[in-house]
T-cell receptor, first 114, second 116 residues
Framework: GQQLNQSPQSMFIQEGEDVSMNCTSS?????WLWYKQDPGEGPVLLIA?????ELTSNGRLTAQFGITRKDSFLNISASIPSDVGIYFC??????????????FGKGTKLSVKP | DTGVSQDPRHKITKRGQNVTFRCDPI?????LYWYRQTLGQGPEFLTY????????KSRLLSDRFSAERPKGSFSTLEIQRTEQGDSAMYLC??????????????FGSGTRLTVV
């Protein structure tokens, strides 16, 4: 099925570092969502973006909805060990109507530097 | 009601058997979704209900798969004659109809299916 291009695929972090990841698509989306998934669990919503250009923060997390509506980024500032996990972007092309299913990226795996 | 509940959490079945999973959404959410996630991939959409009506089905949902939401509350996903390729995490999500602070999807913890 259709998926978003999410990068990087994986990254190693040291505590205190800032982290940045992004998602691009050839299609326009009306909504961008960022999720974190821990092993054996379902994705947990971090940030939802509804308007092009929107910049939203949730604690140490900041995400932006690209102006072209074809991309989004997520930044994590001053990372801590519990930030480890897999981060997914998801785009939605319709809302308020009969559709609204999400299209996901392949994820960015955050690990701790050995 | 604190979230989306899925049962069972894990299921191991032999190839050819039928399996059924259950999802209990957040009670005030009238929209319910099923997704499938394989290792190293993001979740992929399977099907969507608004109340009891199944409004959309992905082409991933072969005729061996059937989903129901008979009273517009809980939903079941059945897979008949399971194949090894059906091994995956099956995720259920729900969301409210109207946009508001919690408009984003809430996912359950998933059911991990292993077909041997």
């Amino acid at each position: 099925g259709q998926q978003l291009n999410q990068s990087p695929q994986s990254m190693f972090i040291q505590e205190g570092e800032d982290v940045s990841m992004n998602c691009t698509s050839s299609s326009i989306f009306n909504t961008w969502l960022w999720y974190k998934q821990d092993p054996g669990e379902g994705p947990v919503l971090l940030i939802a973006l509804y308007k092009a250009g929107e910049l939203t923060s949730n604690g140490r997390l900041t995400a932006q909805f690209g102006i072209t509506r074809k991309d989004s980024f997520l930044n994590i500032s001053a990372s801590i060990p519990s930030d480890v996990g897999i981060y997914f972007c998801a785009g939605q092309q319709n809302y308020g109507g009969s559709q609204g299913n999400l299209i996901f990226g392949k994820g960015t795996k955050l690990s701790v530097k050995p | 009601d604190t979230g989306v509940s899925q049962d069972p959490r894990h299921k191991i079945t032999k190839r050819g058997q039928n399996v059924t999973f259950r999802c209990d959404p957040i009670s005030e959410h009238n929209r319910l979704y099923w997704y499938r996630q394989t290792l190293g991939q993001g979740p992929e959409f399977l099907t969507y209900f608004q109340n009891e009506a199944q409004l959309e089905k992905s082409r991933l949902l072969s005729d061996r798969f059937s989903a129901e939401r008979p009273k517009g509350s809980f939903s079941t996903l059945e897979i008949q004659r399971t194949e090894q390729g059906d091994s995956a995490m099956y995720l259920c999500a729900s969301r409210p109809f109207r946009r508001g602070p919690n408009y984003g999807y809430t996912f359950g913890s998933g059911t991990r299916l292993t077909v041997v």
